[in-house]
Nanobody, 123 residues
Framework: VQLQASGGGLVQPGGSLRLSCVGS????????IGWFRQVPGKGRGGVSY????????AYVDSVKGRFTVFSDYAKNTVYLQMNSLKPNDTAVYYC?????????????????WGQGTQVTVSS
């Protein structure tokens, strides 16, 4: 499968963005999808996870209550809705996928990665 992330941009603090991760070449129905982010000079870290197999979702503490991950199976797309954005959400965001029956939180277990999309939260 190939993954393509998009939807980043510049937004003011408190604003919203919706990132998309579109799959091609294969259905994402049997995939676990993760959203990760990376700030220059720091390592890549997890943000949110979803399993298209069992429907489970998970979030890191810093985004709970603000971010929502969900899938549109007809569009073979996983979204990350980001609300109440903060300056420290600024990062390059990546989506990744792996065939698994439930959510996968370990970055090392992901086999397929999309290119990053820049999210900048600034006034």
């Amino acid at each position: 499968v190939q993954l393509q992330a998009s939807g980043g941009g510049l937004v003011q603090p408190g604003g919203s963005l919706r990132l998309s991760c579109v799959g091609s070449g294969e259905t994402l129905d049997n995939y676990a999808i993760g959203w990760f982010r990376q700030v220059p000079g720091k390592g890549r870290g997890g943000v949110s996870y979803i399993s298209n197999k069992d429907g489970r979702v998970a979030y890191v503490d810093s985004v709970k209550g603000r971010f929502t991950v969900f899938s549109d199976y007809a569009k073979n797309t996983v979204y990350l809705q980001m609300n109440s954005l903060k300056p420290n959400d600024t990062a390059v965001y990546y989506c990744a996928g792996t065939r698994w029956d439930t959510i996968v939180t370990s970055m090392d277990q992901y086999d397929f990665w999309g290119q990053g999309t820049q999210v900048t939260v600034s006034s």
